[in-house]
């Protein structure tokens, strides 16, 4: 992981914060449907039985592996830290999209800044409150749209969306974004998730049908 491309995306955060309201929304809706995908808009649920309801007081998210600065924040630490919002389209592989998902928590990046990953971090190993886990290399998590969401549409996520917290990771189908998140490890080599160990595609690229392994 290299700083030059730290610094690289925290530049285009400000560029496209900059651009919102002028042509960001425009340019996003160039053919905007993945290849194979469905328009929704309803919100389907997707999950493993379980909806594990946390109390907010006993709420933690763990931040472990190759950092300098190891970190357990409650509820209101991670609230505490600055919020951002973002609107995405949200890829499903089971072949249904939904557009203009209105996302408000913490941008990835600043737990990259708290945190202090070392120079061998290279890959995110994420883990949810209902033992689902998922990976995604830290660059990708790097992008300006990459949050750990506590509110959908103007309103607290919902516990059957993942609520009170999970990651959304626009740019890949959806089984890479944790609902539930309660960890978040950085590692050097790569290690599957549960889907990943499943037969899903480890990059998981909607714009190239990249479904499964
Ligand atoms: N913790 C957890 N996160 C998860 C899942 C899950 O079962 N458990 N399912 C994934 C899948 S396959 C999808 S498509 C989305 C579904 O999110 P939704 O239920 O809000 O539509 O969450 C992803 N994250
Ligand atoms: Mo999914």
Redesign the pocket.
Known sequence: MSKERYIQAKQNWAEKQKALGRTARIDRSKDRLPPGQKLTTG??????GVKPNIPLSEWRLTLSGLIEKPLTLSWDDFNALPQVEDTSDFH???TWSKYDCQWKGVAFTTLYELVSPKADAAFVYFT?N?G?STNVPLEQCLDDDVLIATSFNGAPLPL???GPA?VIIPKLY??K????VNGISFLKEDKLGF?EVRGYSNTADPWTEDRYA
């Open positions: 919100f389907p649920v997707l999950d493993l499903c592989v089971t949810g209902d689902y059957e969306h993942g999970r959806a089984w974004g944790s609902k539930f889907w």
